[in-house]
Nanobody, 117 residues
Framework: QVQLVESGGGLVQPGGSLRLSCAAD????????MGWYRQAPGEQRELVAT???????AYADSVKGRFTISRDNAKNTVYLQMNSLKPEDTAAYFC???????????WGKGTVVTVSS
């Protein structure tokens, strides 16, 4: 069983920055592809970014050049650095761990990011 705990959400003004963290427990961290997803009110959950244990990255077009995903395998933690935030980035952000072989997904409970002046 994988437990994921997100932190770092909050209220920020447009153009500001936030850094989200996700700590994983109860697993061999390196065998999971880690990712961040988000879900705005009334919308479907969407992919934001993913990172493999080897450092391969993928981003949604809407966040390319503004968000950076990274992971520290020694600390079992994945990060999402969000810069130049826009009101449309407002959402609940969820950490995801996908097993490399079984593709089973695990989810955190989410952290809310609100971008507003």
């Amino acid at each position: 069983q994988v437990q994921l705990v997100e932190s770092g959400g909050g209220l920020v003004q447009p153009g500001g920055s936030l850094r989200l963290s996700c700590a994983a427990d109860g697993t061999i961290f390196s065998i999971y592809v880690m990712g961040w997803y988000r879900q705005a009110p009334g919308e479907q959950r969407e992919l934001v970014a993913t990172i493999t244990s080897g450092g391969n990255l993928a981003y949604a077009d809407s966040v390319k050049g503004r968000f950076t995903i990274s992971r520290d395998n020694a600390k079992n933690t994945v990060y999402l650095q969000m810069n130049s935030l826009k009101p449309e980035d407002t959402a609940a952000y969820f950490c995801n761990a996908r097993h490399l072989l079984t593709h089973r997904d695990y989810w955190g409970k989410g952290t809310v990011v609100t971008v507003s002046s």
